[in-house]
């Protein structure tokens, strides 16, 4: 039988991600320029490629309209093993932002802060 776990917190720290050292943080290609775009990036200690996306340097999948306004929700960061990371300006933002393990682990966000993390796991009865 499964069920969801799931714990409040707003510590930061306590995230999965694996870009959290790039939050509010703007990246600059080596051409000296913020980042904007897709690239595709190895995190250290994994097999595949990540496909981040930037907007300013800041970390930001999304799709806007001249005025800002946002047009289509899309991951800042997908990695090669299946997880997705929705971030806004810079920050995970969104219920949820992260999602990881094929949807069995996710991460709520607002204004850059954690709000909750659930978790499905397998319970088995004890014999």
Do not use: H
Request: one cysteine or more; proline letters at 4%.
């Amino acid at each position: 039988m499964n069920t969801i776990k799931s714990i409040r917190t707003n510590n930061n720290e306590d995230s999965c991600s694996r870009a959290r050292q790039f939050i509010g943080v703007p990246v600059i290609g080596k051409d000296g320029k913020l980042l904007n775009g897709e690239i595709k990036y190895r995190f250290e200690n994994e097999e595949e490629d990540t496909i981040c996306r930037f907007r300013d340097g800041l970390l930001d999948g999304n799709i806007y309209d001249e005025s800002g306004n946002l047009l289509e929700k899309r991951p800042a960061l997908e990695y090669g093993f299946g997880g997705t990371e929705y971030w806004r300006n810079g920050v995970p933002d969104g219920f949820p932002a992260i999602v990881q393990n094929f949807g069995y682990y996710e991460e709520d966000w607002q204004n850059g802060k954690i709000q909750e993390i659930r978790n499905e796991v397998e319970v088995e009865p004890v014999e």
